[in-house]
Protein backbone atom coordinates (compact mmCIF):
# COMPACT_ATOMS: atom_id res chain seq x y z
CA UNK A 1 0.00 0.00 0.00
CA UNK A 2 0.99 3.59 -0.78
CA UNK A 3 1.75 6.13 2.00
CA UNK A 4 1.71 9.84 0.83
CA UNK A 5 3.59 12.52 3.02
CA UNK A 6 1.70 16.12 3.34
CA UNK A 7 3.87 18.68 2.22
CA UNK A 8 2.13 21.96 1.21
CA UNK A 9 2.29 22.90 -2.46
CA UNK A 10 2.26 25.91 -3.93
CA UNK A 11 -0.44 24.96 -6.54
CA UNK A 12 -3.04 25.74 -4.43
CA UNK A 13 -2.23 28.97 -4.16
CA UNK A 14 -2.26 29.47 -7.78
CA UNK A 15 -6.07 28.59 -8.74
CA UNK A 16 -7.78 30.67 -6.03
CA UNK A 17 -9.19 33.88 -8.09
CA UNK A 18 -7.89 33.09 -11.22
CA UNK A 19 -11.11 33.36 -13.31
CA UNK A 20 -12.56 36.55 -14.00
CA UNK A 21 -16.11 36.40 -15.59
CA UNK A 22 -16.90 38.96 -18.27
CA UNK A 23 -20.41 40.77 -18.67
CA UNK A 24 -22.12 40.47 -21.15
CA UNK A 25 -20.43 37.14 -22.13
CA UNK A 26 -20.20 36.34 -25.90
CA UNK A 27 -22.86 33.76 -26.69
CA UNK A 28 -20.74 31.73 -28.51
CA UNK A 29 -18.48 31.18 -25.73
CA UNK A 30 -21.50 30.88 -23.51
CA UNK A 31 -22.53 28.01 -25.51
CA UNK A 32 -19.18 26.74 -25.68
CA UNK A 33 -18.80 26.59 -22.01
CA UNK A 34 -22.45 24.72 -21.58
CA UNK A 35 -21.02 22.01 -24.36
CA UNK A 36 -20.23 18.38 -23.45
CA UNK A 37 -16.64 18.44 -22.60
CA UNK A 38 -14.76 15.14 -23.81
CA UNK A 39 -13.86 12.46 -20.75
CA UNK A 40 -10.37 12.54 -22.03
CA UNK A 41 -9.90 15.94 -21.67
CA UNK A 42 -11.00 16.50 -19.01
CA UNK A 43 -9.45 13.62 -16.90
CA UNK A 44 -6.07 14.91 -18.56
CA UNK A 45 -6.60 18.19 -17.52
CA UNK A 46 -7.16 17.18 -14.05
CA UNK A 47 -4.95 14.39 -13.93
CA UNK A 48 -1.88 16.72 -15.40
CA UNK A 49 -2.13 19.14 -12.93
CA UNK A 50 -2.02 16.70 -10.09
CA UNK A 51 0.95 15.47 -11.41
CA UNK A 52 2.53 19.59 -11.94
CA UNK A 53 1.98 19.70 -8.34
CA UNK A 54 4.18 17.00 -7.35
CA UNK A 55 7.16 18.18 -9.83
CA UNK A 56 6.73 21.53 -8.56
CA UNK A 57 7.50 20.16 -4.71
CA UNK A 58 9.95 17.96 -5.75
CA UNK A 59 11.80 20.72 -7.19
CA UNK A 60 11.26 23.15 -4.37
CA UNK A 61 13.66 20.87 -2.39
CA UNK A 62 16.33 22.00 -3.92
CA UNK A 63 17.55 24.59 -2.49
CA UNK A 64 17.57 23.09 1.28
CA UNK A 65 18.85 20.16 0.32
CA UNK A 66 22.35 21.08 -1.24
CA UNK A 67 21.54 20.88 -4.89
CA UNK A 68 24.47 21.63 -6.86
CA UNK A 69 23.89 24.92 -9.53
CA UNK A 70 22.93 23.18 -12.46
CA UNK A 71 20.29 20.85 -10.67
CA UNK A 72 19.02 23.91 -8.46
CA UNK A 73 18.19 25.80 -11.82
CA UNK A 74 16.72 22.87 -13.37
CA UNK A 75 14.54 22.67 -10.37
CA UNK A 76 13.23 26.65 -10.73
CA UNK A 77 13.02 26.22 -14.75
CA UNK A 78 10.81 22.94 -13.96
CA UNK A 79 8.62 24.86 -11.47
CA UNK A 80 7.73 28.24 -13.10
CA UNK A 81 6.85 26.10 -16.20
CA UNK A 82 5.01 24.15 -14.75
CA UNK A 83 3.27 26.80 -12.20
CA UNK A 84 1.92 28.51 -15.09
CA UNK A 85 0.65 25.16 -16.69
CA UNK A 86 -0.97 24.38 -13.26
CA UNK A 87 -2.78 27.96 -13.48
CA UNK A 88 -3.86 27.21 -17.48
CA UNK A 89 -5.53 23.78 -16.62
CA UNK A 90 -6.86 25.30 -13.03
CA UNK A 91 -8.74 27.98 -15.45
CA UNK A 92 -9.67 25.08 -17.93
CA UNK A 93 -11.23 23.41 -15.80
CA UNK A 94 -13.52 26.05 -13.88
CA UNK A 95 -14.24 27.69 -16.98
CA UNK A 96 -16.45 24.47 -17.91
CA UNK A 97 -17.32 23.69 -14.86
CA UNK A 98 -15.30 20.94 -13.43
CA UNK A 99 -13.81 20.29 -9.97
CA UNK A 100 -10.17 21.77 -9.86
CA UNK A 101 -8.23 18.92 -7.78
CA UNK A 102 -7.00 19.34 -4.11
CA UNK A 103 -3.40 19.52 -4.67
CA UNK A 104 -2.76 18.92 -1.18
CA UNK A 105 -4.04 15.07 -1.55
CA UNK A 106 -1.18 14.53 -4.15
CA UNK A 107 1.15 14.11 -0.81
CA UNK A 108 -1.58 13.68 1.72
CA UNK A 109 -1.06 12.13 4.85
CA UNK A 110 -3.27 9.02 4.38
CA UNK A 111 -3.91 6.06 7.53
CA UNK A 112 -3.26 2.58 6.89
CA UNK A 113 -6.62 1.15 5.19
CA UNK A 114 -7.71 4.79 4.34
CA UNK A 115 -8.49 5.23 0.63
CA UNK A 116 -5.49 6.07 -1.34
CA UNK A 117 -5.23 9.04 -3.86
CA UNK A 118 -4.63 7.73 -7.28
CA UNK A 119 -1.36 8.35 -9.00
CA UNK A 120 -0.87 9.22 -12.73
CA UNK A 121 1.89 7.92 -14.53
CA UNK A 122 5.37 8.44 -13.57
CA UNK A 123 4.30 9.77 -10.13
CA UNK A 124 6.07 9.32 -7.02
CA UNK A 125 4.81 6.93 -4.64
CA UNK A 126 4.85 8.12 -0.56
CA UNK A 127 8.12 6.06 0.02
CA UNK A 128 10.31 7.49 -3.08
CA UNK A 129 9.18 11.25 -1.65
CA UNK A 130 10.62 10.03 2.00
CA UNK A 131 13.94 9.23 0.04
CA UNK A 132 14.41 12.10 -1.96
CA UNK A 133 13.49 14.45 1.10
CA UNK A 134 15.89 12.70 2.99
CA UNK A 135 19.05 13.13 0.21
CA UNK A 136 21.16 15.85 0.39
CA UNK A 137 24.12 16.88 -1.88
CA UNK A 138 25.74 14.73 -4.44
CA UNK A 139 23.13 11.89 -3.24
CA UNK A 140 19.96 14.52 -4.13
CA UNK A 141 21.21 15.78 -7.21
CA UNK A 142 21.36 11.77 -8.86
CA UNK A 143 17.90 10.64 -7.15
CA UNK A 144 16.11 13.71 -7.95
CA UNK A 145 16.90 13.13 -11.21
CA UNK A 146 16.50 9.66 -11.54
CA UNK A 147 12.86 10.32 -10.30
CA UNK A 148 11.76 13.46 -12.59
CA UNK A 149 13.19 11.46 -15.28
CA UNK A 150 10.80 8.74 -14.32
CA UNK A 151 8.34 11.54 -13.44
CA UNK A 152 8.76 13.22 -17.14
CA UNK A 153 8.44 9.76 -18.93
CA UNK A 154 4.88 9.63 -17.28
CA UNK A 155 3.54 13.19 -18.40
CA UNK A 156 4.86 12.25 -21.91
CA UNK A 157 2.63 8.99 -21.69
CA UNK A 158 -0.20 10.92 -20.72
CA UNK A 159 -0.32 12.85 -23.41
CA UNK A 160 -0.13 9.79 -25.84
CA UNK A 161 -2.68 8.43 -23.99
CA UNK A 162 -4.64 11.62 -24.58
CA UNK A 163 -4.10 12.16 -28.22
CA UNK A 164 -5.06 8.13 -29.03
CA UNK A 165 -8.47 9.05 -26.75
CA UNK A 166 -11.23 8.85 -28.91
CA UNK A 167 -12.80 12.47 -29.48
CA UNK A 168 -10.19 13.67 -27.60
CA UNK A 169 -7.53 16.94 -27.78
CA UNK A 170 -10.29 18.65 -30.31
CA UNK A 171 -10.42 21.82 -28.33
CA UNK A 172 -7.59 23.75 -29.36
CA UNK A 173 -6.31 24.55 -25.84
CA UNK A 174 -6.03 21.28 -24.50
CA UNK A 175 -4.03 20.13 -27.91
CA UNK A 176 -1.72 23.06 -27.36
CA UNK A 177 -1.27 22.39 -24.09
CA UNK A 178 -0.52 18.37 -24.24
CA UNK A 179 1.43 18.90 -27.15
CA UNK A 180 3.60 21.36 -25.32
CA UNK A 181 3.97 19.34 -22.07
CA UNK A 182 5.48 16.38 -24.35
CA UNK A 183 7.56 18.75 -26.34
CA UNK A 184 9.02 20.91 -23.30
CA UNK A 185 9.48 17.21 -20.96
CA UNK A 186 11.17 15.40 -23.91
CA UNK A 187 13.33 18.40 -23.70
CA UNK A 188 13.92 18.64 -20.08
CA UNK A 189 14.64 14.50 -19.60
CA UNK A 190 17.38 14.64 -22.43
CA UNK A 191 18.98 17.28 -20.48
CA UNK A 192 18.29 15.56 -17.27
CA UNK A 193 19.87 12.54 -18.81
CA UNK A 194 23.10 14.67 -19.64
CA UNK A 195 23.20 16.17 -15.83
CA UNK A 196 23.20 12.28 -14.45
CA UNK A 197 25.62 11.37 -17.23
CA UNK A 198 28.61 13.99 -15.25
CA UNK A 199 27.81 12.73 -11.57
CA UNK A 200 29.98 10.55 -9.67
CA UNK A 201 29.14 6.75 -9.61
CA UNK A 202 26.41 5.90 -6.88
CA UNK A 203 28.29 4.38 -4.33
CA UNK A 204 27.47 0.51 -3.77
CA UNK A 205 25.24 -0.60 -1.25
CA UNK A 206 26.02 -2.66 1.33
CA UNK A 207 24.76 -6.71 0.95
CA UNK A 208 21.83 -7.38 2.70
Not at 95 to 114: I, K
Amino acid sequence: MRRFLCLPTAACALVAGMIAVCAPAAPVRAQQAKAPVNAADADFMSGMLMHHAQAVVMGDWAPGHGASKDVAVLCRRIAISQRDEIKTMATWLTRHGLPVPDTNVVMGDTLPGAPQPMLMQGMLTGDQLVALRAAHGPAFDRLFLEDMIYHHEGAVVMVKDLLKAPGAAQDPLVYELANEISAGQLVEIHRMQALLATLPAAPAQAPR
